[in-house]
T-cell receptor, first 115, second 115 residues
């Protein structure tokens, strides 16, 4: 059974700060890892995805995430946040194969960016 | 303009009644999905469809029935509604049904409250 853990329910930073949102997963086989963002009242939007290769993947709007097999982690980072980055961020995993279309999401981390 | 349209945005129903949640996507995608987000819980995969064919069903209850009249439509019929069905239901799509790592595009959701 795959699980996704986002240990921080709420993170508050100031505009211009850097931020790291944590994601840990448990799964024994090959998986795809992704991050999605949800602004209030809207659907989720894709940020970035990792399967293999360079463990640091770049996404939209200056976001990047780093995969660590040893830590079973896929943390999301941004060097300098903007107020518009305030949203809920979801980490998701999906196994390959016939279940590859079934994304398993974490509970989400609410990022609040103060001016 | 939103490319995945979900109607209605809000829905209030009485226990035991039946409702249909509407989803239309205008991205030209071939695969569509339903996810559910209950309070304090992660998004939960319900169904996946490819070219109007059911590919995966993770919903134990037969009260939930997807209906696909056209390739870009995937409605969700819920019968004998219960208060536990209260949640936000998200429709999503992807270019194709794939063997892993699909990128999902989400609608804004239908928030269902069952009294």
């Amino acid at each position: 059974t795959q699980t996704v853990s986002q240990s921080d329910a709420h993170v508050t930073v100031f505009e211009g700060d850097s931020v790291e949102l944590r994601c840990n997963y448990s799964y024994g086989g090959s998986i795809y890892l992704s991050w999605y963002i949800q602004h209030h009242g809207h659907g989720l939007q894709f940020l970035l995805k990792y399967y293999s290769g360079n463990p640091v993947v770049q996404g939209v709007n200056g976001f990047e995430a780093e995969f660590s097999k040893s830590d079973s982690s896929f943390h999301l980072r941004k060097a300098s946040v903007h107020w518009s980055d305030s949203a809920v961020y979801f980490c998701a995993v999906s196994p390959g194969g016939s279940s590859g279309n079934k994304l398993i999401f974490g509970i989400g981390t609410l990022l609040s960016v103060k001016p | 303009d939103p490319k995945i349209i979900q109607k209605p945005k809000y829905l209030v129903a009485v226990t035991g009644s039946e409702k249909i949640l509407i989803c239309e996507q205008y991205l030209g995608h071939n695969a569509m999905y339903w996810y559910r987000q209950s309070a304090k819980k992660p998004l939960e995969f319900m169904f996946s469809y490819s070219y109007q064919k059911l590919m995966d069903n993770q919903t134990a209850s037969s009260r939930f029935q997807p209906q696909s009249s056209k390739k870009n439509h995937l409605d969700l019929q819920i019968t004998a509604l219960k208060p536990d069905d209260s949640a936000t239901y998200f429709c999503a799509s992807s270019q194709d049904w794939d063997w892993g790592g699909v990128t999902l595009y989400f609608g804004a959701g239908t928030r269902l409250s069952v009294l």
